[in-house]
């Protein structure tokens, strides 16, 4: 545990190698990249056919029409919480990351950030996936009322995600500004345009600097308590009906945990791949993939007594219909689902790192691989199981089983991600070149912290850390 | 099927009948020597035609008079209140006052869009001057249709008449009367949250603004020479200055939105700028039946011996409902049976031999809230006459 622990020994500063890796992606692209945005495009038009059905035919084409009005919120809401819950890799963890001063953040905080910003807008789009009348959303706005959660999911939502575009865009500019500078005989008039008019006119003045610590300052503090509140209301969307499986007080503080859980497996998994496309590899080791299995684990035990919390003083008191729901995701037909998620979601991230053998970086994106899925099984168990309890003395509980129209629109979402998320490292600087280059000086000069620093002028690096 | 069953079942009915299907309700069984609609009867075994549930305009079987009904509803009204409609009904002929009817008061409802009908606001019966009047509370403004509708029965026909209440207002009147008031504890903390959050952003945007503005030449480090940066401000266009003042206006403007949303969000639950009505609307719209919970006078007793068995005891079997049932089919409410000497007074404060006023059983005869039996007429003074005087001479079992 020690060795990766430490800090590895700095190579000698390479400040072009650095940015040639980070801009090699905006410089170069070749036939995979293309190939890659196809199939992505195919799969989204793909979902977007699908929708176009259910635009034209209502919600009949779902399985949710099969069930009558008993388990009105399937595959899609489960995606709805589980993107919101990925949305929560960036921010949340970049911003925590940053407080604590964690130097080894600085080559994933900027994979962080976009993740969020990508999954809260492909997250945002099941609530209207699942409305028969995608233009009774603007009602949110006409007729909104606060005593209904929907209302607060509107605020908690739209707030964090111009919160974290801020929170993305703010590290951006000086690297923005390399762009302009470093690639600016090879753009086009319009991509040069486009670099100088976001840069904002960057030049690295101290004045800048210290204007751009003060703004990361104040928002990696609010972009904390806006994330936490977002995955709180999106419980309560939940917590608030009187329903068993969802009428707990666990449920916010356990869905903030869980989104952060997913979150950090989606980061890692978004780590790896691009780490292999673009050989981030000297800038993305084995450390960072380690240290996020450590937050993982510590997650996943979190997690895990979440899970025994809430389920124990269910069980013990077996009010109402929980035998129903209880029997069903332990011993009926979510049982597979339901274990599935506690050994290869829950138990297996903490035994994975509890040895030196294990902590691979092949090991670790396996079980992130394996956590994302077990959380968007615990996500559709959660909608489903708990709808499926019979509120009137029907004979059968509802069976709901998604129709290919929701299969398709999921795995198009699912592309949507992908290819926003490709997109965007075609665009932007995938590593954030000066919060690395600020980490690796820190670390070549030990002494340079204590030398004071000119009085009112905190660099950034004073502000923000290593 | 025991006559006070029978008859809740008649009035059902009747209600449903007029209100729904215009088809008769007749035949109401082999035990039908009693008139349906008579509910109790003045004079029992008296052999008066059923009304008819036709319509209450169809006219009547042969031979039953349409009796004169009248309206009188307030000048006007505001929305919310509670006014008092008053029917009067009346024998053609003598123009003497019918007592002893019900009156069904209604008003036009609408449900969604296409369900509209008429809503019965509540039942009445008329008194010895033939007014039936009921106090209800206005809930639609305009030019509101009321409605009295005299269902027949007692050799008269169906009858109803409808006039028009001027409502003026348009206060919202419901309001949940459910939830917490905690002083403080309100909506302005949501929207303090959320401007606090929303200004932290325009202040960020400060910031960036101010990292957009236009400099100084920059002075390298250590060189001393004045090379303006590649890309210095002064190359970039209007647009490009002009965009971060866009986006800063534009989380000023959906910051705003957000607080006003809230502000003005509820509008059936009282908000922000509208605080809830002051009016009572935790009252429902049950009407209330003349001045509920009184209790009628007792009827002084009578100066002649009263039998049990053959004077009071068939009063109690033909109008006890299930209080008669035989206890196999299913227990009687409140543990109490009235179809034999022993059983009634097998129940503490039933019946206080020599003491009618005390008595439960006599209490619940004359009360216009607890009256029993419930959802008829009250029982012919004659007959409560009877039971008071049987109680008041000891309650023998003679």
Redesign the interface.
């Given at each position: 545990m020690v060795d990766v622990l430490q800090r590895s020994t700095p190579a000698e500063p390479s400040a072009d190698l650095l940015e040639e890796t980070a801009l090699a992606p905006l410089r170069r692209t070749g036939p995979g990249y293309y190939l890659l945005i196809l199939v992505l495009l195919g799969l989204v038009g793909l979902g977007a056919y699908a929708y176009s059905i259910q635009l034209r035919r209502g919600l009949a084409v779902t399985g949710m029409a099969a069930t009558a009005d008993k388990v009105m919120w399937g595959l899609y809401i489960t995606n709805f919480v589980f993107f919101i819950g990925i949305s929560h890799a960036g921010t949340l963890i970049s911003a925590m990351l940053r407080i604590s001063k964690a130097g080894w953040r600085t080559p994933i905080t900027r994979m962080a950030e976009f993740i969020t910003v990508v999954a809260l807008l492909v997250g945002a789009l099941f609530p209207i996936f699942d409305l028969g009348r995608p233009d009774r959303m603007l009602n949110v706005i006409e007729y909104g009322r606060w005593p209904s959660p929907i209302l607060w999911d509107f605020f908690a939502i739209s707030t964090y995600l111009v919160g974290s575009v801020l929170y993305l865009y703010l590290p951006l500019i000086p690297d923005l500004a390399t762009c302009r500078d470093r690639l600016a005989g090879s753009l086009s008039r319009r991509k040069a345009w486009f670099y100088r008019t976001l840069s904002l006119g960057w030049t690295g003045s101290s004045e800048q600097k210290r204007n751009l610590a003060a703004a990361l300052g104040v928002m990696m503090i609010v972009i904390i308590f806006v994330a936490v509140s977002v995955h709180t209301v999106v419980s309560w969307i939940f917590a608030m009906t009187l329903r068993t499986g969802w009428n707990t007080a666990v449920f916010g503080i356990y869905f903030v945990a869980g989104a952060i859980f997913s979150g950090i497996a989606t980061l890692i998994i978004v780590m790896a791949v691009l780490r292999r496309a673009y050989h981030l590899e000297r800038y993305i080791t084995v450390r960072q993939f380690v240290n996020l299995g450590y937050l993982l684990a510590a997650l996943a035990m979190i997690m895990l007594y979440f899970n025994v919390s809430e389920l124990v003083t269910a069980g013990y008191k077996l009010e109402g219909s929980a035998p129903i729901y209880l029997g069903q995701i332990f011993t009926g037909s979510f049982a597979p689902m339901y274990w599935f998620y506690i050994f290869a979601g829950l138990l297996l991230p903490g035994l994975v790192m509890l040895f030196r053998r294990t902590r691979t970086i092949m090991v670790v994106v396996i079980t992130a691989i394996l956590v994302d899925v077990s959380m968007w099984l615990e996500r559709f168990i959660i909608v489903v199981a708990s709808l499926r309890v019979p509120q009137m003395p029907y004979p059968d509980p509802a069976r709901y089983f998604p129709t290919w129209i929701e299969l398709a629109i999921s795995g198009g979402s699912l592309a949507l991600f992908a290819l926003l998320i490709a997109i965007f490292v075609k665009v932007f600087p995938v590593l954030s070149i000066w919060e690395i280059r600020e980490h690796e000086e820190t670390l070549l000069a030990p002494t340079a912290l204590s030398v004071p620093a000119p009085i009112g002028r905190p660099s950034v690096a004073d502000v923000i850390g290593p | 099927m025991k006559p006070s069953v029978r008859i809740a079942a008649a009035v059902a009915a009747a209600t449903l009948a007029l209100v729904v299907l215009p088809a008769t309700a007749s035949g109401h069984g082999d035990m039908a020597d009693e008139p349906v609609q008579e509910q109790g009867a003045t004079e029992p075994g008296h052999g008066t035609e059923e009304g008819t549930e036709e319509g209450a305009e169809e006219g009547a079987e042969e031979g039953a008079e349409v009796p004169l009904i009248e309206l009188e509803v307030p000048d006007g009204a505001e929305l919310g209140t509670h006014v008092t409609l008053r029917a009067t009904l009346t024998d053609p002929h003598d123009g003497s006052p019918i007592r002893g009817a019900s009156i069904l008061f209604q008003a036009p409802a609408v449900w969604g869009e296409e369900i509209r009908g008429w809503m019965t606001l509540g039942v009445a019966t008329t008194d010895r001057e033939g007014i039936a009047s009921l106090t209800t509370q206005v809930r639609s403004s305009g030019e509101v249709e009321m409605r009295a509708v005299f269902l027949g029965g007692d050799g008269f026909a169906p009858a109803s008449v409808s006039t028009h209440l001027d409502v003026q207002g348009d206060a919202q009147l419901y309001a949940p009367a459910v939830g917490l008031r905690v002083p403080w504890l309100n909506?302005w903390i949501?929207a303090a949250v959320?401007g606090v959050?929303?200004g932290?952003?325009l202040?960020?945007?400060v910031?960036?603004l101010?990292?957009?503005r236009?400099?100084r030449p920059?002075v390298a480090e250590g060189s001393g020479s004045t090379t303006?940066?590649?890309?210095?401000?002064s190359?970039?266009?209007f647009?490009?200055r002009a965009?971060?003042f866009g986006a800063q206006a534009g989380?000023a403007v959906?910051g705003a939105g957000?607080v006003a949303?809230?502000a003005r969000?509820?509008?059936?639950?009282g908000?922000l700028l509208a605080p809830p009505a002051t009016i009572d609307y935790h009252r429902t719209a049950v009407a209330r039946v003349g001045s509920s919970m009184e209790m009628r006078p007792m009827p002084m007793p009578l100066d002649r011996p009263v039998s049990f068995s053959r004077e009071v005891l068939p009063i109690f079997l033909a109008n006890g409902g299930p209080h008669v049932v035989a206890p196999e089919h299913s227990p009687p409410p409140g543990g109490l049976r009235l179809d034999s000497y022993q059983e009634i007074m097998a129940k503490e404060g039933v019946v206080v031999p020599g003491k009618p006023e005390e008595s439960e059983l006599v209490e619940h005869l004359l009360s216009v809230g607890m009256q029993m039996p419930p959802s008829v007429p009250p029982l012919p003074e004659e007959q409560i006459q009877l039971i008071v005087t049987w109680i008041a001479q000891g309650a023998d079992d003679g």
């Open positions: - | 909506l949501l959320i959050v929303w932290t952003y202040l960020v945007g910031r960036v101010a990292i957009a236009p400099g920059v303006p940066a590649p890309g210095a401000t190359r970039r266009s647009l490009a965009l971060p989380i959906i957000l949303l809230v969000s509820p509008r059936t639950h908000n």
